[in-house]
């Protein structure tokens, strides 16, 4: 039963993030749900004392965003910041792998010239 719960809850965390990603500008939008999506792929078969960071750290991130998004309901979306800083002592708990692919997360987040071009549809 344990087991059923816990995946229940992942999914609802997943859900609620992708839902909070419609908020986020279009580009920032498909990076966000395509990390998500292979973060939480990734992690199906961690183990148990990975899954406990992992939550937490996500469940982070859905709460930041769910906050920025309420405050942001009313202002333009181009003058809205979305996101924190990462603190310094929190980079000495990630690993080799993790530092590479936060460099690359942040280098796809702030090329000027996104490497995918993404138009909403008007209808």
């Known amino acids: 039963m344990a087991a059923s719960a816990h995946v229940s809850r ?3 965390m997943y859900k ?6 419609r908020f986020l500008p279009i580009d920032l939008k498909a990076l966000g749900d395509q990390y998500v999506k292979d973060e ?10 990975e899954v406990k960071s992992f939550m937490t750290e996500w469940e982070n991130y859905k709460d930041t965003l769910q906050a920025q998004v309420l405050e942001s309901a009313g202002e333009r ?3 809205v910041k979305f996101g924190t800083d990462l603190v310094e002592g929190k980079l000495n708990d990630f690993q080799g792998d993790q530092i590479g ?7 796809e987040s702030t090329k000027p010239n996104r490497q995918f071009n993404i138009q909403e549809d008007i209808k």
């Open 10 to 12: 992942v999914r609802s």
């Open 40 to 49: 939480f792929r990734r992690h199906k078969t961690a183990a148990p004392e």
């Open 77 to 79: 979306l181009g003058t």
């Open 16 to 21: 609620r993030i992708l839902v909070l990603h």
């Open 101 to 107: 692919q936060l460099y690359e997360l942040m280098l």
